[in-house]
């Protein structure tokens, strides 16, 4: 399984940028999606995931109302619409995959079992 993460790039605080996470090598409908972000010196943190079906999605708090994820399953895409982005936004993001069927989206990366390679958003003030 491969997870090929794009999008990102250097904008200033308040625009927005597109990420795209594609999956090849499983059924891009058996996994559950998620992204995770990573700053210098900081431990990763989960940012959103959306289910399988796209019926569910879960942000952090520190995103949410700014970010949305979706999914387009005929192209096994993940996409994160990152808006009113900040400086502290800032991260190598990452986008996951989840293959264990649960009854609810995980915040944890250590239950995803797919990474992508990361893409560099940097957000400057």
């Known amino acids: 399984v491969q997870l090929q993460a794009s999008g990102g790039g250097l904008v200033q605080a308040g625009g927005s940028l597109r990420l795209s996470c594609t999956v090849s090598?499983?059924?891009?409908?058996?996994?559950?999606m998620g992204w995770f972000r990573q700053a210098p010196g900081k431990e990763r943190e989960f940012v959103a995931a959306?289910?399988?079906?796209?019926?569910?999605?879960v942000y952090s708090n520190s995103v949410k109302g700014r970010f949305t994820i979706s999914r387009d399953t005929a192209k096994n895409t993940v996409y994160l619409q990152m808006n009113s982005l900040k400086p502290e936004d800032t991260a190598v993001y990452y986008c996951?995959?989840?293959?264990?069927?649960?009854?609810?989206?995980?915040?944890?990366?250590?239950?995803?079992?797919?990474w992508g390679q990361g893409t560099q958003v940097t957000v400057s003030s």
């Open positions: 959306i289910s399988r079906s796209g019926g569910s999605t």
């Open positions: 090598g499983r059924p891009f409908s058996s996994n559950d």
């Open positions: 996951a995959a989840r293959t264990a069927t649960r009854l609810y989206l995980s915040l944890t990366s250590r239950e995803y079992d797919y």
